[in-house]
């Protein structure tokens, strides 16, 4: 199992709890300081089956200020992302083949 985690965020926290209650073993990869390259990213998206756009926080002042309102290619979105891993929403939960949001934090519990 791998958690794309945020130490920071809350909701993140409470998603790694829940990992570590139910004993699965988790590579914790904080991806603000080791972003998701572009095709990592994409295959991420796809095990979501959420478009790149749904995966963006939208409220982070980068996002406000360059690209509220424009409109981006799914490629275009990813690179953004990488770009800006700040703007990933997290955490993003993966099992397998599977993935999930931690939002709310007890969507992890589909995948244990």
């Given at each position: 199992m791998k958690i794309y985690h945020n130490p920071r965020c809350s909701k993140s926290r409470q998603t790694l709890q829940l990992i570590n209650d139910a004993k699965k073993e988790v590579e914790i990869i904080e991806y603000l300081k080791t972003p998701p390259t572009f095709?990592?990213?994409?295959?991420?998206?796809?095990?979501?089956?959420?478009?790149?756009?749904?995966?963006?926080?939208?409220?982070?002042?980068?996002?406000?200020?360059?690209?509220?309102?424009?409109?981006f290619s799914d490629d275009e979105w990813i690179n953004i992302m990488v770009a800006y891993p700040k703007l990933i929403e997290r955490p993003i939960v993966i099992e397998g083949d599977k993935a999930v949001l931690g939002r709310p934090p007890e969507n992890v519990l589909n995948l244990i």
């Open positions: 095709k990592e990213l994409k295959s991420i998206i796809k095990m979501l089956g959420i478009s790149p756009e749904q995966l963006l926080r939208k409220n982070e002042a980068v996002f406000k200020e360059q690209y509220k309102g424009k409109s």
